[in-house]
C-alpha cells in the first residue's frame, strides 16, 4: 500500500504499542481487500471530535472533477473515477466543518483539497 505514514518503532514505548498498531494495519488490510478496496463510511467520532476514520492513498485513479459538479462528466472516455474514492471522502469530511479546520501541514499540493480549504469549507 503506497502513501501510509510511518513512525519508527523507537517512537513507541514499548511492543505492544507496535504489536497493536500492526494489527490495527492488518485489520484495515483486511477489511480494504474483503470490500474490493471499498471502506464503510466513517462512523462519527466521541461528541465533539468530528470523523474519525482511516484513509489509504493513493487511490487507484484520481476522482473526475466533472463527476461531482452539476449534469455529472460528459467526457465519452474519460479515465477518471466516477465513484466515491479516499480523496473524495476527504474531501467531504474537509467540507463538513462548521467552524474550523485545523491543518499540519508543510504545503498543499492537491488542488482539490487546496479549493476546500481555501473556500472556507462552509464556514
Known sequence: MGGCASAPAE???????????????DQLQKQLHATGGQLSAAPAGPAGVG???TLFFPDAKLPCRYARKPGGCQHQYCNFAHDATNLTRFLGYLASAKSTLDICVFTITNDDIADVVGCGAGF
Not at 517512537?11 to 494495519?25: G, N, R, S
Open 51 to 53: 470523523v474519525i476514520c
Open 11 to 25: 517512537k513507541y514505548e514499548t511492543t505492544k504499542e507496535v504489536a497493536d498498531l500492526k494489527a490495527q494495519v
